[in-house]
Nanobody, 120 residues
Framework: QVQLVESGGGLVQAGGSLRLSCAAS????????MAWYRQAPGKQRELVAA???????DYADSVKGRFTISRDNAKNTVYLQMNSLKPEDTAVYSC??????????????WGQGTQVTVSS
């Protein structure tokens, strides 16, 4: 059983920074692509940033230049550094990872979500 556990959310003023972390734990697994999604109240979930196993990245236009996604493969962890935060960044942020285990083919796994609130 593989689990993703997020940390680092919280309340911050506009213009501030937060760093989210998402660590995968379990036995006998391989992580391919990883990503961060967010969902604000009354809105659909959207992709914020993604990173491939080789380090290639992609960002939503709304966060380009402000957010940086990175990963530490040795720690099975993905990070999201969020700078110059805006009130419209307020949402529940969830990490996603495409993981292959010895028992199952590649599947999408999700973390439990962490709340990010940006006050104006």
């Amino acid at each position: 059983q593989v689990q993703l556990v997020e940390s680092g959310g919280g309340l911050v003023q506009a213009g501030g920074s937060l760093r989210l972390s998402c660590a995968a734990s379990g036995n006998n697994f391989r992580i391919d692509d990883m990503a961060w999604y967010r969902q604000a109240p009354g809105k659909q979930r959207e992709l914020v940033a993604a990173i491939t196993s080789g380090g290639g990245t992609d960002y939503a236009d709304s966060v380009k230049g402000r957010f940086t996604i990175s990963r530490d493969n040795a720690k099975n962890t993905v990070y999201l550094q969020m700078n110059s935060l805006k009130p419209e960044d307020t949402a529940v942020y969830s990490c996603n990872a495409r993981i292959t285990t010895t028992r199952f083919p590649p599947s999408n796994y999700w973390g439990q979500g962490t709340q990010v609130t940006v006050s104006s």
